[in-house]
Nanobody, 125 residues
Framework: QVQLVESGGGLVQAGGSLRLSCAAS????????MGWFRQAPGKEREFVSV????????YYGDSVKGRFTISKGDAKNSVYLQMDYLKPGERDVYYC??????????????????WGQGTPVTATP
């Protein structure tokens, strides 16, 4: 069973930065894309960012555009999310996801095949 493992979450002062990492437990699969979603308490899981594995194309949700940067790791099926200028009250669990079938539904959570367990991020006022 493939596992994605996120790390790097925690508490940060508003205006500060965090860098999230995501790595797969094995390299038996190849991702067409890897993405990040986030979920606040009581809300739907929201698209944050995605990177196409071969193209390197990146996309961002409107709420994070200009503040967050996604990048591929050196290892297969690994990805980073650099989060800058975190806003006060941003309190979410961030999930890493891998898309392995080439469906190109990158903005939708149903478009992904493997998910991590999530890592919490809280920006304090």
């Amino acid at each position: 069973q493939v596992q994605l493992v996120e790390s790097g979450g925690g508490l940060v002062q508003a205006g500060g930065s965090l860098r999230l990492s995501c790595a797969a437990s094995d390299d038996t699969f190849s991702s067409y894309a890897m993405g990040w979603f986030r979920q606040a308490p009581g809300k739907e899981r929201e698209f944050v960012s995605v990177i196409g594995w071969s193209s390197g194309l990146t996309y961002y949700g409107d709420s994070v555009k200009g503040r967050f940067t996604i990048s591929k790791g050196d290892a297969k099926n690994s990805v980073y999310l650099q989060m800058d200028y975190l806003k006060p009250g941003e309190r979410d669990v961030y999930y890493c996801a891998a898309e392995t079938l080439g469906r190109n539904s990158w903005f939708l959570k149903d478009g992904y095949d493997f998910w991590g367990q999530g890592t919490p991020v809280t920006a304090t006022p």
